[in-house]
């Protein structure tokens, strides 16, 4: 459980997506603003289940024109082990 927190540190990988603008003509600027989840990722070192879902901020660079910046986005998809632990902490 406490490797939990860590996951969604992968989340910052979409604030590279902000800092590394994208030309204004590209679409998806709706999907580069899930790099605010990122910031999610932090409150994994107090809330592990909580803090995976910060890993939803990777998707922020799903279609960012450096293909070695998008091809991180699919670290995104551990967020949904966050997810399914938050429901099962809180629910159950």
């Not at 966050?82 to 809180?90: K, P, V």
């Given at each position: 459980m406490g490797y939990l927190?860590?996951?969604g540190l992968f989340g910052l990988i979409g604030l590279t997506g902000l800092l590394n603008k994208v030309h204004p003509s590209q679409s998806?600027?709706?999907i580069r603003l899930l790099s605010v989840f990122g910031l999610l990722g932090l409150v994994g070192f107090w809330?592990?289940?909580f803090g995976a879902c910060g890993a939803?901020?990777?998707?922020?660079?799903?279609n960012h024109q450096n293909?070695?910046?998008?091809?991180?986005a699919h670290l995104g998809w551990l967020g949904v082990i966050?997810?399914?632990?938050?429901?099962?902490?809180?629910l159950l």
């Open positions: 927190g860590l996951i998806g600027s709706s809330i592990p289940s939803f901020g990777a998707f922020g660079v799903w293909k070695s910046i998008s091809r991180f966050g997810l399914f632990q938050t429901l099962s902490f809180y």
